[in-house]
């Protein structure tokens, strides 16, 4: 079943096309991730999938209903997670929660009785009744998530949902996003962090300049572009190394300021190679997803 | 174009709890305010200026000081609270990720400032009122009134809100149009002492058609033109909301 389809959707603005002809496909259930640098049209996406951006072309259905057109029956079923908060700062935990239901024409009696379970599930039941400015940056997260909640979605959008968050409250969000995934719910996921996109999506997209360039589930994308061992290479003669021995023993080799990226393999020819130069320090590890990423979407800084 | 919802009720009810929090402070500026206007100026102007159109100056001062009290109470609300949930606490975009629309976010804002213009109103009737300045049944029109200039000035101001980058932006609204206003519509003084072509000027001001149903109703006269005085400020009231909902539309669904 097909909760949320987008086909050929465009956007430009003043003339510069933000978004080029994005299609994507989400089967209930699946946690789906949307992923690209800053400024790759990610947020416009986001806003047109939810009918909050009119798009030049193409054809959005969010949960049988068609965007923007019938948006606001769509988005009745419809969790957000922003990616800054925007809890009302004027009220409690609990007031937050029973006026957003309200959006959803929850009456009070109907977020009541769905209140318990939702502070719960935000492991805020002795918070309840603290104001906004009260809760910790990880708390306030959770509420948010919590928030998205009140209305029962079955689709869940969360926008970049843990970034500002120090590990221990990552791992707490990751656990509730497994958990909502559990209950059959389905998650459209934007993220900058690599590992987040690798633990917790079933397929995801990457996009640049509007285009996607790269789809599928992300072990799958990573075996298909990127070689299986990584070797990462420091030190102030990596440069000397890099182009007599690293380029050589590599199947793909980049060298950006003082890191060398070896992509093999078999790493043991050059790990063999890298014990006769002790001022060079060096990482093994396995080819991830931000290689991928990287590889896509280039190393340079974005605005 | 209009595709306001009733989920507009459910964005007023949500500032309405707001102001619920904050209504004994609130209740207090609305209330102390105008008695200062009303005391000070009645009794320190009323000494020198014995009677306006027949009555005590404290008497023609409290029709002016109504209208003016509500125009500011709806333009306060419009401009500094709505630029705060719209753009500085985000709380607009919260909504708008629920079922609900633009329209009827900023219906909600346009109502909300309104009925804050309808509270400050019948603060001022009750302290016009405990100073024995209202004792005519035509009082009564003076909350209906009141509500009808906080429409008037909040789709005014949410154009402003629209428009603006931050609050800095305000002050041209309060020193380009709302003291000029409330110097040139007649809220101290009788406009006909004014030179013929100010008087034209003031006749074309929101203001001036507030005061001229205001002051009679108060000092328990029928207004000259009522009808004409309310198609003014419904005209500005409703042309201006409907200028300020393009803005947005602009500024936050493109």
């Given at each position: 079943m097909t909760v949320l389809s987008a086909r050929g959707v465009r956007k430009s603005y003043a003339g510069r096309e933000v978004v080029s002809g994005i299609d994507l496909e989400l089967a209930k259930g699946e946690c789906y991730g949307l992923l690209g640098p800053n400024g790759a049209g990610k947020t416009t996406t986001l806003r047109m999938l939810l009918g909050l951006t009119t798009p030049d072309a193409g054809e959005i259905t969010l949960l049988g209903h068609p965007v923007p057109k019938a948006a606001r029956e769509g988005r009745i079923r419809v969790g957000v997670v922003p990616q800054m908060d925007n809890l009302d700062p004027d009220f409690t935990v609990r007031e937050n929660l029973l006026v957003y239901g309200r959006y959803f024409g929850l009456t009070r009696a109907q977020v009541e009785e769905r209140l318990p379970r939702l502070l719960e599930f935000a492991t805020l039941e002795a918070r309840a009744d603290s104001r906004i400015q009260e809760l910790s940056g990880g708390m306030k997260r959770r509420l948010v998530l919590a928030r998205a909640l009140v209305n029962d979605p079955d689709l869940i959008f969360l926008d970049e949902p843990t970034t500002g968050l120090d590990p221990q409250a990552r791992h707490q969000m990751w656990e509730r996003l497994r958990l909502l995934l559990r209950q059959g719910k389905t998650i459209l996921l934007t993220t900058h962090f690599m590992d987040e996109a690798e633990r917790l999506c079933d397929r995801l997209k990457i996009i640049d300049h509007g285009r996607t360039l790269a789809e599928g589930p992300p072990h799958d994308l990573i075996a298909e572009h990127i070689e299986p061992e990584v070797v990462e290479v420091y030190g102030e003669e990596v440069e000397s190394w890099f182009s007599e021995h690293g380029q050589r023993l590599s199947v793909r080799a980049e060298l950006h300021g003082e890191t060398a990226f070896c992509y093999l393999k078999d790493p043991a020819p050059a790990i063999a190679n890298l014990r006769g130069f002790p001022k060079l320090r060096f990482m093994h590890r396995r080819g991830n997803l931000e290689d991928l990423f990287l590889k896509l979407t280039g190393r340079e800084m974005r605005e | 174009m209009m595709k306001v919802s009733l989920s507009w009720v459910a964005v007023w009810r949500r500032n309405y709890l707001v102001w619920r929090k904050l209504a004994a402070e609130s209740v207090l500026g609305n209330i102390i305010e105008p008695l200062l206007y009303l005391v000070g100026f009645g009794f320190g102007l009323g000494a020198m200026v014995p009677e306006v159109d027949g009555v005590k100056y404290i008497a023609f001062l409290a029709g002016g000081t109504i209208c003016y009290s509500t125009m500011l109470a709806a333009s306060f609300e419009a401009l500094y609270s709505g630029f705060a949930r719209m753009h500085v606490q985000r709380t607009w975009e919260g909504i708008l990720?629920?079922?609900?629309?633009l329209e009827d976010v900023v219906f909600a804002e346009w109502v909300w400032a309104a009925s804050k213009s309808f509270l400050s109103g019948a603060a001022v009737l009750i302290v016009a009122a405990a100073l024995g300045l209202a004792q005519s049944w035509t009082m009564a029109f003076i909350l209906p009134l009141a509500f009808l200039i906080g429409l008037t000035f909040a789709g005014l101001g949410l154009i402003m809100t629209a428009l603006a980058k931050s609050y800095d932006f305000f002050m041209y609204w309060f020193t380009l149009a709302l003291t000029p206003m409330m110097l040139l519509c007649g809220v101290f003084y009788p406009l006909s002492n004014m030179p013929g072509w100010l008087q034209a000027v003031a006749a074309a001001l929101p203001l001036t058609h507030a005061i001229e149903l205001g002051r009679p109703l108060l000092l328990g006269r029928w207004p000259e033109h009522p009808m004409l005085n309310v198609a003014v400020l419904l005209a500005y009231g409703v042309g201006g909301f409907l200028v300020a909902l393009t803005l947005f539309r602009r500024r936050l669904m493109s």
């Open positions: - | 990720n629920a079922p609900v629309s």
